[in-house]
């Protein structure tokens, strides 16, 4: 199944006054994770914006396990779990970059169900099989 | 159990080129909601700069039901679903304020789960039992 | 001229680890007090999703005076300075609500200059005859 | 005078539903250029977690010239324009990856002046005379 990686630092905008990072910038680093895994199957943003085939996250959940602070380098890795017909189940690790990797450390984790809608028309459309098979 | 209503409009800041409200846009009208809630245990903004008790996310679900546009009107309703020693499980619903609020026409439900912990040791701390009854 | 008023809370998501809030935060509120002066002038959401006729950004200057802090409430007061053929030139004053609006506890000061793009092509339009007498 | 240079790719959450980004997320970019920039003088977040004395920015100017999409690569190029005793005045250019990094091809160009606060006293510090001379 196809994966992919990016790493990023904490910069004042993603922190809030309890002085650690907010729980809602944490999904920035998925997002941009996410769109790294789809350019894998050729889902690049020129792409998206030539076929108006968009990824819409349809779910998401997401473990706050560790709070990462002004700074720090994240670790985000990206990998499909499984398909169904028409949804894309995906998991994140966001581990601190000093850690080794080791998901003892890590700060967060997420999944979410990635549903390929095609614009103007908002329908949904299947999963296209050569991306079971990679 | 306690519950809190906030309405909010969808801003140009709200959505992404997709043409409707982004993912992540739709979790700052969650912790609205959630701080509207809070205050009602008399955990105001002002009560938690003092005390330096702050309520943080642990976890947070959301389905994505139908996509919200510039301009829309929303509500989000927050309730109280549940507490466990340490955890105060909340539940959301974003509703289009046109709707006359029928959940049929929900753009997203949500929930999470937050812990109060003390700064700045970082220690959780029990929910007080006061809360339970209220 | 005309002039439009929005009332807004300092939530988390708009500080940052300096305690305060983020400067950046800032141009959102700006956002919100400009839609409702937009709007002033028939310039609502729906009609802009209508007629594709988007109001642009194209320079924001801001003065952060003093640090609005969590729970904060804002008046944001928004007003048209002046225009030009293509240009509407706005201010913003952002005060504390509890200070009486006296503008010498102003948290921020900023202008933004506005022009009128009829999109999909992307031209800028003059600013309608009317808007100027009104 | 010092100057620092990074790379950011546009995500969904940088733009919105005018279908390119949002002059709000364009702060985003300047805030990674200008952290890349203090820290040429030793203030990395490290730092300034551990001396809790903060950049602060006072006043920013943007003007936005060209649109950026979905998938653009930018450049974001920070330097020094010049010191005041309490005041460092940095300066911005936000150019496509792939101009060349021809001035002609600028999507927008910022300024800012930031002030070094001593947290928490919230005192202002006069610049760190070896900074002028590096």
Known sequence: M???EIKEQIMFYDTDCGGVVSNIAYLRFVEKAR???FEKWG???DEIAST???PVVARTEIDYLRPAKLGDWLIVRARVARFEKVRIHCDFELLPA???LDPEHCFARAS???VL???PS???RRIPPEWFES
Chains 1, 2, 3, 4 share one sequence.
């Open 98 to 100: 000093s850690s080794c």
């Open 117 to 119: 809608v095609q614009m």
């Open 43 to 45: 889902m690049s943003f």
């Open 52 to 54: 108006l085939l968009f």
């Open 122 to 124: 908002g329908r949904p």
């Open 112 to 114: 979410q169900q990635v």
């Open 35 to 37: 769109s790294a895994l």
């Open 2 to 4: 196809k994966s992919a």
